[in-house]
């Protein structure tokens, strides 16, 4: 099982950014990839963005241009850098890591972090 402890979230403005970290721990030698997942207030958790260990990545069409995923040298640590931020950004982000088990993969979550944007 994989240990993610996310931190930067808050309050901002429409315009202004934050960045987001996740820290993972315990096996992380079988994460194959990690993201961010969103959810807004009545809404279901759907992905924003991912990374993969080979370094693809992949982006909701509503964070294209504005937002920014990136990991870490020793690939434990992913960030998520917000500019441009909007009202709609608001809501739980979620970090997300991918691990190799048996002849599948697991998924495990960090506890979330709220993000608020005020207009």
């Known amino acids: 099982q994989v240990q993610l402890v996310e931190s930067g979230g808050g309050l901002v403005q429409a315009g202004g950014s934050l960045r987001l970290a996740c820290a993972a721990s315990?096996?992380?030698?079988?994460?194959?990839?990690m993201g961010w997942y969103r959810r807004s207030p009545g809404k279901q958790r759907d992905v924003v963005a991912t990374i993969t260990t080979s370094g693809y990545t992949t982006y909701a069409d509503s964070v294209k241009g504005r937002f920014t995923i990136s990991r870490s040298n020793a690939g434990s640590t992913v960030y998520l850098q917000m500019n441009h931020m909007k009202p709609e950004d608001t809501g739980v982000y979620y970090c997300?890591?991918?691990?190799?088990?048996?002849?599948?993969?697991?998924?495990?979550w960090g506890q979330g972090t709220q993000v608020t944007v005020s207009s």
């Open positions: 315990r096996n992380t030698f079988r994460i194959v990839s």
């Open positions: 997300n890591a991918r691990a190799v088990e048996g002849t599948g993969v697991r998924d495990d």
